[in-house]
């Protein structure tokens, strides 16, 4: 695929550190963000083996050899369990690491189809002719509340418990994640983000920035610095993709 890609990761207003991780593979054009959760520095370490060692998967085995739709399912669901046994198997190691887990949503793009994997609440966003869908679900018990029609849309975004996770990388000994797959056209843009992005900037700023920036790089910081201008309570981490 031909695209242009931008990126930006900050630890936000309130947070000492940043949890978050982010990897850029565009000669393979793939793209990973995850969001580390834990005591002490745990989120951080999480995070990044999670990605690290997607990245390094894709390395050593390369996803452009993998041939069929149902192929790359199974590829990609291989690199999710290797990083979650990591991550689990290093939380069992020592005291200090205990619980740690994380957040990871990967995209890859291929003839003109967008293959979108994730565990937890990081997100994938479609931008296409000024209209913002969320590509993923997320996992959070917020979510399975309203998919049972316990709670509204509008009453979720009240509660306390809105960003507590229902699967994560290493949050268990084994793992499972969501895929999707869609058709991307000239023009379309891709965001992959943590929750420190749509938790501070509406469904409408983030259409309003997409649509009003060229530069995927210039998007990314726009992003970055509207949700520190509201808030930046958490850590937050933009991949944005231009499909051209």
Known sequence: MISSVGFKTDK???????????????????????????????????SRMSVGFMAQYVVLNPVSAVQTKRDL???????????????????????????????????????GWAYVVNVGDSRAYLVRDGVLRQATEDH??????????MITEEEAQDRSDKNMITRAIGGEKTVRPDFYQFEICSGDIIILCTDGLYGEVSDERITELSMGTRSMHRLAKNLVDEANKSGGKDNISVICIKVL
Not at 78 to 99: H, K, M, P
Not at 140 to 149: A, D, F, L, S
Request: aromatic residues 10%; hydrophobic residues 30%; contains cysteine.
């Open 12 to 46: 936000g207003m309130l947070r000492g550190g940043n949890e978050d991780s982010i990897f850029v593979m565009p000669e393979q054009d793939l793209y990973i963000v995850a969001d580390g959760v834990g005591g002490h520095n745990s989120g951080e370490l999480a």
């Open 73 to 111: 399912k199974k590829y990609f669901k291989t690199c999710f369990d290797g990083a979650n046994e990591l991550v689990y198997s290093t939380s069992e190691q020592e005291e200090i690491n205990r619980g740690m887990a994380t957040t990871t949503v990967l995209c890859y793009l291929r003839s």
């Open 140 to 149: 959070t018990y917020i979510n399975e509340m309203v998919k049972q029609g």
